[in-house]
C-alpha cells in the first residue's frame, strides 16, 4: 500500500488531529450513542453519509489546477475524477436511502422527505449549526475524518490509470465488493503465509493466529496468499499442515512476489504460478481469484486472468492496518467509519501484521446486535465474468 501511504500522508492536513503516520483517524468516542442495534447503526451510517456527502460536494469544485497543485500529483486525469465523483454520488444517494428506512418524526440526522435526488441538496445545507448540540463534537471530528479520506480516494483518482488501484475497475472481471448485500461485508487478510511455529521471524505465526481468531469468532475469510511465502512455508512443514493452517477458508493468490502486477514483466507468470501452487496444495481452500499487490495490475489483465479462470479481487474498505504508525484502535476507529459509510463491502487487513487480531474480535462483537451479516468467502462468486 505504497502509494496509498505517499497520498494519504500529502493528504492529511492537519498534523495535530494525525496520527504519527500522518493519518486522520475518526474519534469514534466522540459519538454519543451506542451503536448496539439496527436503527443505532443506520442512525450513525446516516450521519457518516452525510457528512461525507457535504465534503463531496465541497470537493467538486476542485478542478485540474487545484488538483495538480497537490503535493505529488504529477498528472491530474479529470475523467478519472470525475467518474469517482459521479460514482459515489451514486452509491451515497443509494446507502442514504437505506440507512433512512426506519427513520420517524424528529430521529436524528433523518431527511424532512426521502428524495434521492437531493441528497446533494441536503448535504450542501448541512452544518453543525443543523445538528443537535450533543452531536457537535463528533460532526467536527467527522468532517475532519471524512474530508481526509475523501482526498484520499480523489488522489487516487487523480492519477488513475497511470497509476492504477482500486479507486476503479476496468472490467467486469475485477470485483471490488460494492455488490454484496446492505450490511454485508467480506473480511480479506493479504500477504501471508507469515512463518510458522518456531521460525525466526518477526512477524512469525501472525497468520497462525489470525487464523485461530477467526475460528474463534465462527468466522471466514479470504487470503491472499503469496507464492513465495507459501512455498517457503510448506519446505518449513508440510502439505498436510498447510491444508489444516487454511482449512474452512478461502485462498487466492496475491502473486508470487509482492510487487506491482502492472509494472512487472514476468505479472502473467507470477499469478500463473503462484495461483498453480495453492491450487495443488489446498484444493479445497482455494479459490480462483487474483488480488494484485497494492491494487496495481496491468490495465489488460482481464483477457489474461479469464483465459486462466481467474477473477481479479480488489476491495472498498482499507483498514490501514499495514500502517505502522497506527494503533490497533486507530484502525479499528477508522474501519468501523467506513462500514457505516459505505455499509458493504469487502475489507482489506493483512495476516502479515498483527492489528487484526486485535480489531476484528472488537468489530464482530460492536456489530453482534446491528444486522451486520459477515459473508461467508465460499458464497462470493469467484466465476470470472466477461468474453
Ligand atoms: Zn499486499
Not at 477458508?249 to 496475491?254: A, I
Not at 501484521?353 to 464482530?364: G, K, S, W, Y
Request: with cysteine; hydrophobic share 40%; net charge negative.
Amino acid at each position: 500500500m505504497v502509494l496509498t501511504a505517499i497520498l494519504w500522508g500529502i493528504a492529511a492536513a492537519t498534523p495535530s488531529a494525525a496520527g504519527a503516520s500522518g493519518a486522520t483517524i475518526p474519534h469514534r468516542a466522540l459519538w454519543p450513542d451506542p451503536i448496539n442495534s439496527p436503527a443505532e447503526f443506520d442512525r450513525a451510517s446516516r450521519a457518516e453519509i452525510l457528512v461525507f456527502a457535504r465534503e463531496l460536494a465541497e470537493s467538486d469544485a476542485l478542478d485540474e489546477a487545484a488538483l495538480k497543485n497537490r503535493p505529488g500529483v504529477d498528472a491530474v486525469d479529470m475523467a478519472s475524477v470525475e467518474r469517482l465523483r459521479h460514482k459515489l454520488w451514486k452509491l451515497l444517494t443509494a446507502n442514504y436511502v437505506l440507512a433512512s428506512r426506519g427513520c420517524v418524526a424528529n430521529e436524528a440526522f433523518c431527511p424532512g422527505e426521502i428524495d434521492p435526488n437531493n441528497l446533494r441538496r441536503v448535504a450542501e445545507a448541512f452544518s453543525g449549526a443543523l445538528v443537535q448540540p450533543r452531536y457537535r463534537p463528533w460532526f467536527e471530528d467527522a468532517v475532519r475524518f471524512q474530508r481526509s479520506y475523501l482526498d484520499e480516494l480523489v488522489l487516487l483518482a487523480a492519477v488513475f490509470p497511470h497509476r492504477n488501484s482500486e479507486v476503479e475497475t476496468f472490467n467486469d472481471n475485477e470485483l471490488t465488493g460494492w455488490d454484496l448485500h446492505d450490511r454485508q461485508f467480506l473480511l480479506s487478510f493479504d500477504d501471508g503465509p507469515t512463518a510458522g511455529p518456531r521460525q525466526e521471524a518477526p512477524n512469525a505465526e501472525n497468520t497462525d493466529r489470525t487464523l485461530d481468531m477467526l475460528r474463534r469468532n465462527n468466522i471466514n475469510a479470504v487470503f491472499f496468499a503469496i507464492g513465495k511465502s507459501f512455498r517457503m512455508r510448506l519446505r518449513d512443514s508440510s502439505d498436510e499442515a498447510m491444508k489444516t493452517l487454511y482449512s474452512g477458508m478461502c485462498v487466492g493468490s496475491h502473486g508470487w512476489v509482492h510487487e506491482s502486477h502492472a509494472t512487472s514483466p514476468q505479472w502473467q507468470e507470477s499469478v500463473a504460478s503462484s495461483s498453480k501452487l495453492l491450487a495443488d496444495n489446498l484444493p479445497d481452500s482455494y479459490v480462483p481469484a487474483f488480488r494484485p499487490p497494492y491494487g496495481q495490475r496491468s490495465p489488460d489483465s482481464g483477457p489474461y486472468l479469464r483465459s486462466r479462470g481467474l477473477r481479479l479481487i480488489l476491495w472498498n474498505i482499507d483498514s490501514h492496518d499495514w500502517d505502522d504508525g497506527l494503533t490497533a484502535d486507530d484502525v479499528e476507529a477508522r474501519t468501523m467509519s467506513l462500514m457505516l459509510l459505505w455499509r458493504r463491502g469487502f475489507i482489506l487487513f493483512h495476516d502479515f501484521f498483527p492489528r487484526a487480531q486485535t480489531v476484528v474480535p472488537r468489530l464482530v462483537s460492536w456489530l453482534a446486535h446491528d444486522g451486520i451479516a459477515w459473508a461467508d468467502c465460499h458464497d462470493i462468486n469467484w466465476t470470472p465474468r466477461g468474453p
